[in-house]
């Protein structure tokens, strides 16, 4: 039988030591293919993804290049993963929030989490689900930001890596999936508009500060926060995002 987890890392590392991609990446540094326990994830009862769009380059600080993904020194330049370097990979990413994660970013989201039960981190009574974190664009931590990379420096990325979400969204089958994103790439991961009436259950805010509720064509639930220059689910703070954040979980039924 067909190990699907298996087969995408395999592409996707396979893809990152093209020689074109590698003059954008960091140095010293591996594909992100996920972020946090998956074996957590898969044992939770509500299974929750967050979404971004490629991982940041501080994931490989220069002051030590491997402190998040401890072990996997061992294995960064390797043609490809087998065996024992397979499960080193999948460890390090699995203990990921096990590590000194990002926290000014990750931590962004715990609101969000709480509100739909799960946590990056050691699960709760009250967050009885492990989340897990994925990119969109590229599993790749490129050394200048997605905004700042020349627009065919970012077509190379998006055509190479083209696929690898899809492919990880199915094998991942989550119930809920958090993204704070602009309108285009919802549009693009999605398939419909982000006032698209058919599928928006309930919605607050305004363009500069917003929390959405969806139902996709799948029937997972969707919910979309705007993101404020790097932060993610940002709301201002007369709004109370924990009433915002139940009235939106009420309304895709969670």
């Known amino acids: 039988m067909k190990d699907l987890l298996n087969e995408i890392i395999a592409d996707v590392w396979d893809k990152s030591k093209d020689k074109a991609i590698k003059r954008l990446v960091v140095k010293e540094s591996i594909p992100i293919l996920w972020f946090g326990n998956l074996d957590s994830y898969r044992k939770s009862a509500r299974k929750v993804i967050t979404v971004a769009l490629n991982p940041s380059c501080v994931e490989f600080p220069d002051k030590n290049k491997w402190e998040r993904f401890p072990n996997c020194s061992l294995i960064c330049d390797k043609v490809e993963l ?39 981190y050691d699960r709760t009574n009250e967050t009885p689900n492990v989340a897990i974190h994925i990119d969109y664009f590229a599993p790749i931590a490129t050394a200048k930001t997605w905004s700042k990379l020349e627009q065919e420096e970012r077509n190379l990325v998006v055509e190479k890596f083209k696929g690898v979400f899809k492919r990880l969204v199915n094998e991942l089958n989550p119930d809920v999936i958090l993204i704070s994103t602009n309108a285009s790439v919802f549009k693009d991961i999605f398939g419909f508009a982000m006032d698209d009436e058919r599928y928006l259950k309930k919605s607050f805010g305004a363009s500069n500060s917003y929390l959405r509720g969806y139902r996709d064509q799948e029937g997972r639930a969707v919910v979309a926060g705007y993101n404020n220059r790097g932060t993610p689910f940002f709301v201002k703070k007369e709004m109370k995002f924990e009433q915002l954040a139940k009235e939106i979980t009420k309304a895709i039924a969670l």
């Open 82 to 120: 087998k065996g024992v370097d397979l499960k080193i990979y999948k460890q390090c990413l699995n203990n990921y929030f096990k590590n000194n994660p990002y926290k000014k970013w990750f931590n962004a989201f715990d609101k969000i989490l709480e509100a739909v039960g799960a946590t990056f």
